[in-house]
T-cell receptor, first 112, second 119 residues
């Protein structure tokens, strides 16, 4: 089954404790991206990647890191989480030239 | 300036009636794509419909159609024969640019419209 898998789905952590949200897709997509969703703000892009070892900042990259060492994986790293990073996070992927962006189920992160 | 504007924070429609959700966009890129996604209360993002900037005809997918008016830079979603299960948040999004040795390739979402279908 074609899918984008994110883990963990839910996480409560404390300020400053490094965490990684994993994202994996099995569709051989070149393009992968991370979004955060906050009430009233829609989805805002954090980082995106056009292919292995090719990443770029989205609209809200501060406080986040990413890497793309393999085509299927695109982890999101919060080196020192803060409460303003409490949000619902989505990973998504697609072929570069195609329309549909496939989303993971979302990861709800709470930073205390 | 916002790239994607959804001016209706909330909409109500009676079951079985049609409803139009507005979306306007702003880009100078001649090659772009427009999407609509549905997010029910369970939280997942469901792809509904896609329109490319060079597509001559309006996109349709079952009860969903996209009213694409390029000169006005609008891409409204029309849902025909609304069902209770259509109650959800709806997001319009735009993909700009093409990957060609460093071109920017971003996907921008609007803030969404919450649709409520009344029985």
């Amino acid at each position: 089954e074609a899918q984008v898998t994110q883990n963990p789905r839910y996480l409560i952590t404390v300020t400053g404790k490094k965490l990684t949200v994993t994202c994996s897709q099995n569709m051989n997509h070149e393009y992968m991206s991370w979004y955060r969703q906050d009430p009233g703000l829609g989805l805002r892009q954090i980082y995106y990647s056009m292919n292995v070892e090719v990443t770029d900042k989205g609209d809200v990259p501060e406080g986040y890191k990413v890497s793309r060492k393999e085509k299927r994986n695109f982890p999101l790293i919060l080196e020192s989480p803060s409460p303003n990073q409490t949000s619902l996070y989505f990973c998504a992927s697609s072929f570069i030239s195609a329309g549909e962006l496939f989303f993971g189920e979302g990861s709800r992160l709470t930073v205390l | 300036a916002q790239k994607i504007t959804q001016t209706q924070p909330g909409m109500f429609v009676q079951e079985k009636e049609a409803v139009t959700l507005d979306c306007t966009y702003d880009t100078s890129d001649p090659s772009y794509g427009l999407f609509w996604y549905k997010q029910p209360s369970s939280g997942e993002m469901i792809f509904l419909i896609y329109q490319g900037s060079y597509d001559q005809q309006n996109a349709t997918e079952g009860r969903y159609s996209l009213n694409f008016q390029k000169a006005r830079k609008s891409a409204n979603l029309v849902i025909s024969a609304s069902q209770l299960g259509d109650s959800a948040m709806y997001f319009c999004a735009m993909r700009e640019g093409r990957y060609s040795g460093g071109s920017n390739y971003k996907l921008t979402f609007g803030k969404g419209t919450l649709l409520t279908v009344n029985p």
